[in-house]
């Protein structure tokens, strides 16, 4: 039984047994994660995997399965127990069906270029980066290399039956200077070719380098210029709290603000999952509905939330199509690019901070937007417009919405970031803001 056959018998099944609306997708593909430190691999570690997932409603009462025996047997167990375990759920209201179709989808999401899990092949990319970030003056330099391929097949009972396939690449890189000094950067790919470990460690190693022997900084308010690795732990913050199923979740700073202006006119974001070849594109959302590119933010102003079905019923709006399996999600966050470099943005700074890096996002009120995250790796004092030595121990202390207002310019350049604090992939430009408050942080 095929990837596509196994799918749509398990949906079946599951309205054999109750469901009145089923999903199910059917992986396989592999793994192969190269870890490396102190200059050296240090793990290489490959893993081949086939397994299902099932999701299931029984007229707004839901629930979801994984699995990972796919004979007859094993799926027709697994869709009693799913919908055993839906019938016995509160429900969700409203009740809205999965979406009617087949849907035409473009082929160029559906078929992406495979990627090589070859373990020799990946731990010459990470080679590159670790004599690319020792050649910028790191000590030491550590990271992983994640790559995925495989295919994966999606069934539902509103008429959906397709596959996909194609792979990524993940690399993040951190290296280390004298007196604490760290830098960071990553990498992501989602074809061979696209992955640019060299420069990764480059940049890694030379923040390592002018970090060294960093002081303490001294709390207080400060124009800032934030990297992308910051940039897209914001972006991803932003992209989450437009999720509409947050709204009812109090969750989100956003309620109540669609059409206002919350951000510098210059700047805008987008969820588009539709960038063929890129590490967040899909073909259709987990409802099935074709995947399409969605406004956030345009020229500062708060345009939409995103939507499933069962929150778009609530509303009284249509889908955008970012259905997870629960709540509605961003693929693939696109912020704007600016005009400038970050050289200009460094001269229009008489005092400030650069911050690389950064950590542990935590909100004190939801709600309200109000947050703290603490700078990871290379910081730097910025005076009269010119670098000025490394500095440590500031936390970010910040409100969501006063700090999207505060931001004034970005660059032309963008990066692409995904990392263990950054789960959506993200375009992301260096980006200055005004008065940004930071405040003391042991770490």
């Keep these: 039984m095929n990837h596509e056959e196994a799918a749509q018998r398990l949906a079946e099944m599951c309205v054999t047994e109750g469901a009145t609306d089923a999903t199910a997708s059917v992986w396989e593909g592999g793994q ?16 081949r995997h086939r397994y299902a997932a099932v999701f299931v409603s029984v007229e707004g009462r839901r629930a979801s399965s994984d699995l990972t025996e796919l004979d007859m047997a094993s799926l027709r167990r697994a869709a009693r127990r799913v919908v055993s375990t839906a019938k016995a759920s509160p429900p969700v209201q409203p009740y809205v069906p999965l979406p009617r179709g087949p849907f035409q989808y473009d082929p160029s999401l ?4 495979r990627v090589s899990l070859e373990p020799d092949d990946l731990v010459s990319r990470v080679a590159e980066a670790v004599e690319a970030g020792l050649k910028e003056g790191a000590e030491r330099m550590a990271g992983s290399l994640i790559a995925h391929d495989g295919s994966r097949a999606f069934a539902t009972t509103g008429g959906v039956l397709t596959s996909t396939e194609g792979g990524s690449l993940e ?10 000094a760290s830098g ?17 460690g480059e940049e890694a190693g030379r923040f390592a380098r002018l970090a060294a022997d960093p002081v303490k900084g001294t709390p207080g308010t400060r124009d800032a210029i934030l990297g992308p690795m ?8 932003v992209g989450r709290m437009a999720s509409a199923f947050r709204i009812d979740t109090g969750m989100t700073f956003l309620a109540g603000r669609e059409g206002e202006r919350i951000a510098s006119p210059a700047f805008s974001l987008y969820d588009d999952p539709t960038l063929a070849d890129t590490f967040g ?15 956030i933010i345009e020229d500062g102003v708060f345009r939409s939330f995103l939507h499933n079905s069962t929150t778009a019923g609530k509303y009284g709006v249509g889908s955008t199509a970012n259905a997870g399996i629960i709540a509605p999600r961003p693929f693939n966050l696109v912020a704007s690019p600016g005009s400038g470099d970050l050289d200009s943005l460094v001269a229009e700074i008489d005092d400030g901070i650069m911050v690389t890096n950064n950590w542990y996002l935590r909100y004190q009120n939801y709600g309200e937007g109000e947050f703290s995250t603490i700078p990871r790796d290379a910081m730097f ?13 500031l936390r970010i202390s910040e409100n969501m919405g006063h700090l999207l207002g505060a931001m004034e310019q970005t ?20 980006a200055l803001f005004r008065g940004v408050e930071f405040t003391g942080s042991a770490q």
């Design 411 to 430: 660059t032309s350049d963008r990066r692409w970031v995904r990392w263990w604090e950054v789960p959506v992939p993200s375009l992301v430009p260096h």
């Design 230 to 237: 910051v940039m897209a732990s914001l972006m991803n913050e």
């Design 381 to 393: 004092a910025i005076r009269k417009g010119e670098i000025a030595g490394s500095l440590s121990e």
């Design 32 to 47: 192969c994660m190269v870890r490396f430190s102190n200059n050296e691999v240090t793990v290489v570690d490959t893993l």
């Design 281 to 295: 594109s899909t073909a259709f959302d987990a409802e099935g509905l074709p995947a399409r590119r969605n406004t």
């Design 184 to 200: 960071a950067s990553v990498s992501l790919s989602a074809t061979d070719g696209g992955l640019e470990a060299r420069s990764a």
């Design 171 to 180: 690399l993040s890189v951190r290296a280390f200077g004298r007196g604490n």
């Design 110 to 113: 559906l078929r992406s270029p």
